[in-house]
Every structure is written in C-alpha cells, then in structure tokens.
C-alpha cells in the first residue's frame, strides 16, 4: 500500500536575498502604485506550484504548465507596452496573432496579469479547480478597488486571452504524445532500464515531439556523445561509473546536503519496514520558479519586468527539457545504479532514487544552467543569495553567490545523489547554458 506524505505549506516560500552590483540599466523598477504588485505575482506562482505537487506533476509537464500559465501574463503587458516588450508572435512557434484581443477600453493592467495567470492554471492543471479561492480572491479585491466599467473590461479582456492561449496550448500535440504507445526498454547491453524501488515504467519517452516554444528542433542543441558503454575497467565509461560509485560510497556531509537540497523530485517512493509512501516535493522547475520571483521582489521589479523575467525563464525551463528528453531515449543509456549493482558492487545504493527514465544527460543540470542564464542577463552576475526553498521539505537553507553558482551546484549535485555520470552533468549543463542563450536572443536581449 501507497500512502501519501506531503511537504508543503500554505504561503510563498521565502528567500532571503543579499543585493550585490548588478548592471543598473537591466533594473526596471516599480511602477507607480499598482492594484497588484510583483509579490502578488509570485504568490500567484506559487498557488501554481502547490497545486503541482498536489497533483503530481512530472518535472516535464511542470514546465509546459509554467510556460502557458506566464505566456498568458506576458501577452497582456506585450499588448499594453508594445514598445518594450516583444509580440510573442515573433517569439514563439506557430503564435496566433492576438492583435484583435486588445481591449482598446480602459483595464487595470495588474488585474488582468495575475486573473490570466491563474486562469490559466485552472484550465490546463488536472486539479486546476482548487486555483478556484486565489483567483476568488484577487477577483474581490479587484471589484472593491476597479469601478463597473473597468472591472468588467479586465475580465473580458483576459478571459479573452485566456481563451486564445489555451487554444493555443492544445496544438502542442501533448495529447497526441499521451496516447502514443508505451515504452518497452530495450535488451541492448548499456541500455536503460527501469530501476528500484518502485521499477516505474518510462517517464514521457516521446516528450522530444511536443511544440517547441522556441526552438527550431528539439534536436537544435544536441549535446556532445556521451561516452560509450564499456565494462573495461580503463575505458571513460567505467571509469565515470567508479567515480559515482567512490564519491557516493562515503560522501562527506557537505556532499549529502547538497544532494538532498536540490532533490527536487515530485514523487519519491521510499520504504519503510514492509510499507511503501510517496514523499512529494517541487520539481527542478518549480525551485527555479521559485527563485526568480523572489529575485524580481527583492529587486523591486516593476509588475511588466517580472512577467518578462518568469516568463523567460519558464520557457528555457520548458525547451530545456524538451532538448533533453530528445537526447535521453537517443543515447538511452544505462543508470548509474543499474551498471553499479551488475559490475562493480551489487549491495549499492545512490544517495537519491534514481528517476524513471534514461541517464544522458541531466536534466537537473539542463535546466538550472538555462535559469541561470536567463537570470544572470536580467537581474545581474553578482547577485548573493540564502535559498530557503527546500526548508518546506526539511533541508536547510544554502548561499549563493550568484545564480550561477547555484546552478553549478545544482548540476554536480547529481552525481553527488548517485544517479548521474560526469559527462551527462557536464554536457547537460552545455546544453542548459545554450537553450538560456537562444531563448534571450529569441526575447530580443542579447
């Protein structure tokens, strides 16, 4: 029997941050007084997110969720500062022009960003309805502060977007790829195949034919070949294997914390006696998430400048793993726990569970390099923080010295928790660092 534990707390986590130099013309500050300010927005973000957990959401369809629910807030401070923020038409694949959308009647800006945010969580989240009170709740205040008129055309605008964004959404051939048939593992030597304790059947192996948002393929930022499967103890195969082996064997309690805090896995089996439970926690994304919001609040970003950055950030979060997932079911290659327990020492066990689905290359790393890039560009290098996001889940919080930083010890913590080789933390972390590149160029910030 399964039963559930779950980690997470009502409330936006908190993140302590420590303002070092940054580049001052990328700050834009707040705004005159708003309805609703960027705090607002996190929170909004962060309702997103518990109804993620809630739901089980997988790190890859987390990060589509993430994308369609900001996309849907960018359109509307595209739409009302057409100077200063690109037409996603521009940016995004197959974009519909949404031109005839705009309300050319008076709205309050910061009302229809976060009712189309949460909106779009309700309609696309598996248990969208429980998004039902936040939305209730920004719905009243807005109708206590907005006169008749203007209240009225914020809703009809927004549901309006909402709308074409979610008939957007539902081209991305996502259904399509639910519906494909399962994934057998293959019986080639060195190849993947499901892995203790809950043995689960392969997480989203045809992922690489989902709608890019950005990308030209999902093939466009192939990493280097990983380094092929070998049982010759000199070889670079056996050799990476044997270090994860080594550093996991005895990992030191700086090496076990590190592992642990960037876990960051929606649902890990573990057991107890004869009893298996599911621990629940936020995905690789929604940490990224996470940070980002609290880094545009404590930068004092302007409501606009922090749809802009989540936005960004959702979408090279979203075509990170959509690179990657093409890459992994192509190399396919073996877990460190499986060649481990068959070659080298069969009473091993990683630091972390091991994910259900192909080793190369990390998606962890992946995808906190494309953060970091994006966030880098936009809020600053030299930007100091205490991320206290996995407190919720009992780990203590880490410092950083910059977004970077953060996501290097993110990527090594892979092989720290035993379930990466060098070369897939490496190159995946290439990978991530190429798709936040793109996806800044593609937002037109080079």
Same mark, same amino acid.
């Given at each position: 029997?399964?039963?559930?534990?779950?980690?997470?707390?009502?409330?936006?986590?908190?993140?302590?941050?420590?303002?070092?130099? &940054?580049?001052?013309?990328?700050?834009?500050?707040?705004?005159?007084?708003?309805? +609703?300010?960027?705090?607002?927005?996190? $929170?909004?973000?962060?309702?997103?997110?518990?109804?993620?957990?809630?739901?089980?959401?997988?790190?890859?369809?987390?990060?589509?969720?993430?994308?369609?629910?900001?996309?849907?807030?960018?359109?509307?401070?595209?739409?009302?500062?057409?100077?200063?923020?690109?037409?996603?038409?521009?940016? $995004?694949?197959?974009?519909?022009?949404?031109?005839?959308?705009?309300?050319?009647?008076?709205?309050?800006?910061?009302?229809?960003?976060?009712?189309?945010?949460?909106?779009? &969580?309700?309609?696309?989240?598996?248990? &969208? +309805?429980?998004?039902?009170?936040?939305?209730?709740?920004?719905?009243?205040?807005?109708?206590?502060?907005?006169?008749?008129?203007?209240?009225?055309?914020?809703?009809?605008?927004?549901?309006?977007?909402?709308?074409?964004?979610?008939?957007?959404?539902?081209?991305?051939?996502?259904?399509?790829?639910?519906?494909?048939?399962?994934?057998?593992?293959?019986?080639?030597?060195?190849?993947?195949?499901?892995?203790?304790?809950?043995?689960?059947?392969?997480?989203?192996?045809?992922?690489?034919?989902?709608?890019?948002?950005?990308?030209?393929?999902?093939?466009?930022?192939?990493?280097?070949?990983?380094?092929?499967?070998?049982?010759?103890?000199?070889?670079?195969?056996?050799?990476?294997?044997?270090?994860?082996?080594?550093?996991?064997?005895?990992?030191?309690?700086?090496?076990?914390?590190?592992?642990?805090?960037?876990?960051?896995?929606?649902?890990?089996?573990?057991?107890? &006696?004869?009893?298996?439970?599911?621990?629940?926690?936020?995905?690789?994304?929604?940490?990224?998430?996470?940070?980002?919001?609290?880094?545009?609040?404590?930068?004092?970003?302007?409501?606009?400048?922090?749809?802009?950055?989540?936005?960004?950030?959702?979408?090279?979060?979203?075509?990170?793993?959509?690179?990657?997932?093409?890459?992994?079911?192509?190399?396919?290659?073996?877990?460190?726990?499986?060649?481990?327990? =068959?070659?080298?020492?069969?009473?091993?066990?990683? $630091?972390?569970?091991?994910?259900?689905?192909?080793?190369?290359?990390?998606?962890?790393?992946?995808?906190?390099?494309?953060?970091?890039?994006? $966030?880098?560009?936009?809020?600053?290098?030299?930007?100091?923080?205490?991320?206290?996001?996995?407190?919720?889940?009992?780990?203590?919080?880490?410092?950083?010295?910059? +977004?970077?930083?953060?996501?290097?010890?993110?990527?090594?913590?892979?092989?720290?928790?035993?379930?990466?080789?060098?070369?897939?933390?490496?190159?995946?972390?290439?990978?991530?660092? =190429?798709?936040?590149?793109?996806?800044?160029?593609? +937002?037109?910030? =080079?």
């Amino acid at each position: 029997m399964i039963s559930e534990r779950k980690y997470f707390r009502a409330g936006i986590l908190v993140l302590s941050f420590l303002f070092m130099a &940054g580049n001052e013309n990328l700050l834009a500050q707040s705004s005159p007084k708003t309805l +609703f300010t960027t705090k607002d927005y996190g $929170l909004a973000i962060h309702e997103i997110s518990e109804v993620m957990i809630h739901d089980v959401v997988a790190p890859t369809g987390a990060s589509r969720y993430y994308a369609y629910c900001t996309i849907a807030g960018y359109v509307i401070i595209s739409q009302q500062h057409p100077a200063e923020f690109r037409d996603l038409k521009t940016v $995004l694949n197959s974009f519909p022009d949404l031109s005839a959308e705009m309300n050319k009647q008076k709205i309050d800006e910061s009302f229809a960003v976060l009712y189309t945010t949460l909106r779009m &969580g309700e309609e696309l989240l598996p248990s &969208g +309805f429980m998004l039902d009170s936040a939305k209730n709740n920004i719905v009243q205040k807005a109708k206590k502060k907005l006169d008749n008129t203007t209240f009225a055309n914020t809703i009809s605008y927004s549901d309006s977007i909402v709308k074409r964004i979610v008939q957007y959404s539902s081209s991305d051939h996502y259904r399509e790829i639910n519906n494909m048939v399962k994934y057998t593992p293959k019986k080639d030597v060195g190849s993947w195949i499901p892995t203790p304790p809950a043995y689960m059947q392969a997480l989203d192996p045809h992922w690489d034919k989902l709608r890019s948002f950005t990308l030209d393929s999902s093939s466009q930022f192939r990493p280097l070949p990983c380094s092929p499967y070998s049982e010759d103890t000199t070889s670079d195969f056996f050799k990476q294997a044997k270090e994860v082996y080594l550093v996991s064997k005895n990992p030191t309690q700086e090496q076990k914390a590190i592992a642990n805090f960037w876990d960051c896995n929606p649902f890990a089996v573990q057991e107890n &006696g004869h009893i298996d439970f599911g621990v629940k926690k936020i995905s690789p994304g929604g940490h990224w998430m996470n940070i980002t919001g609290l880094a545009c609040e404590q930068q004092k970003f302007s409501i606009e400048k922090t749809v802009q950055v989540h936005t960004m950030v959702a979408v090279a979060i979203a075509d990170a793993f959509i690179c990657c997932w093409e890459e992994k079911y192509q190399s396919n290659r073996i877990r460190p726990e499986t060649f481990i327990n =068959e070659k080298i020492d069969r009473d091993w066990r990683p $630091l972390l569970q091991t994910p259900p689905f192909p080793e190369y290359p990390s998606g962890h790393s992946d995808v906190s390099n494309a953060s970091a890039a994006i $966030l880098t560009r936009m809020v600053g290098d030299h930007f100091a923080f205490t991320d206290v996001t996995e407190k919720e889940f009992e780990q203590p919080e880490r410092s950083f010295k910059s +977004f970077n930083d953060a996501a290097a010890e993110a990527t090594i913590s892979r092989m720290y928790g035993g379930i990466h080789y060098r070369d897939a933390i490496e190159n995946g972390a290439t990978q991530g660092r =190429e798709v936040g590149a793109w996806v800044l160029k593609k +937002f037109g910030i =080079e």
